[in-house]
């Protein structure tokens, strides 16, 4: 029976230091999908600045209350 505790006690360790390195790759990846976005929607709103040249934009207040109406 001895054998047997002490063969299951080391693949916990292993599958513990795996879970956090999993946990952490994890976390890194959904920094980086939030990064991409952040610059896609850069990437966007410069676009569309350009399309637009010097037009006049709708000022915030506007905006804010075309959302509360809706």
């Known amino acids: 029976m001895t054998n047997?505790?002490?063969?299951q006690t080391k693949p916990e360790g292993k599958w513990t230091l795996l879970n956090k390195q999993v946990g952490e790759a994890k976390a890194l990846l959904r920094q980086m999908r939030e990064t991409i976005a952040d610059v896609e929607e850069a990437r966007i709103i410069e676009r569309a600045k350009k399309a637009h040249g010097n037009k006049p934009r709708i000022p915030w207040s506007q905006v804010k209350k075309n959302l509360h109406l809706q």
């Open 4 to 7: 047997t505790a002490i063969a």
